[in-house]
């Protein structure tokens, strides 16, 4: 159980043109997603938190007009970069949460590699 | 939010039990600890969780210290898929969002 895909697994793309991923939980309802990026050799960044229903909750730094977070349902999350350029080029992970509470688990998605051209 | 504090590497030989250990100093005393890990291009896979007494599953065990200030993540047996890099993450809430903030990890290398 507990399961979380993304689509597309990678994707290149020719900058500025947008991109989107999706992330859903497969086998549960996920109130809350949170949106991740992940440099080379580094560790994960939250980027934001997003709850089913309403606006995504960014994290400093993180440009929301860039970064389009879109949770419409309980198990589908999408974010769209916008014009992308080559320095947004990374790898983007989702997870999903049943609840947000500080024993719940977060589920991890297989990760989306974005390579901006 | 409060932060974790690993080694950047550790090796083990297969067959052979890994204690993985984490300081948590600022630790509040409703922040679970969490144990992730990551292959090479995949997500983060979740290993265990817990408050205060130790835990055990089919993937590992935690230990937890009495003052909750430091955990140890024990694999009982390391084989070569338990390469990755393992990440300690405390669970608090910022304004009633529980998020998980990454540190660097611990990147563990098994030797066959």
């Known amino acids: 159980g507990a399961v979380v895909s993304q689509h597309p697994s990678w994707v290149i793309c020719k900058s500025g043109t947008s991109v989107k991923i999706e992330c859903r939980s497969l086998?549960?309802?996920?109130?809350?997603m949170f949106w991740y990026r992940q440099f080379p050799k580094q560790s994960l960044m939250l980027m934001a938190t997003?709850?089913?229903?309403?606006?995504?909750?960014?994290e400093q730094g993180v440009e929301k007009d860039k970064f389009l977070i879109n949770h419409a349902s309980l198990t589908l999350s999408t974010l769209t970069v916008t014009s992308a350029h080559p320095e947004d080029s990374s790898f983007y992970i989702c997870?999903?949460?049943?609840?947000?509470?500080?024993?719940?688990?977060?589920?991890f998605g297989p990760g989306t590699r974005l390579t901006v051209l | 939010d409060a932060k974790t504090t690993q080694p950047n590497s550790m090796e083990s030989n297969e067959e052979e039990p890994v204690h993985l250990p984490c300081n948590h100093s600022?630790?509040?005393?409703?922040?679970?600890i969490h144990w992730y890990r990551q292959l090479p291009s995949q997500g983060p896979e979740y290993v265990i969780h817990?408050?205060?007494s130790n835990v055990n599953n089919r993937m590992a065990s935690l230990a937890i210290a009495e003052d909750r200030k430091s955990s140890t993540l024990i694999l009982h047996r390391a084989t070569l898929r338990d390469a990755a890099v393992y990440y300690c993450?405390?669970?608090?809430?910022?304004?009633?969002?529980?998020?998980?903030?990454f540190g660097t990890g611990t990147r563990l290398k098994v030797l066959a």
């Open positions: 993450i405390l669970s608090g809430s910022t304004s009633g969002t529980y998020k998980y903030i």
């Open positions: 997870s999903a949460t049943t609840r947000v509470t500080s024993t719940d688990t977060q589920y």
């Open positions: 600022t630790i509040s005393g409703t922040d679970y």
């Open positions: 997003s709850n089913e229903g309403s606006k995504a909750t960014y």
């Open positions: 086998d549960f309802q996920a109130t809350t």
């Open positions: 817990g408050l205060t």
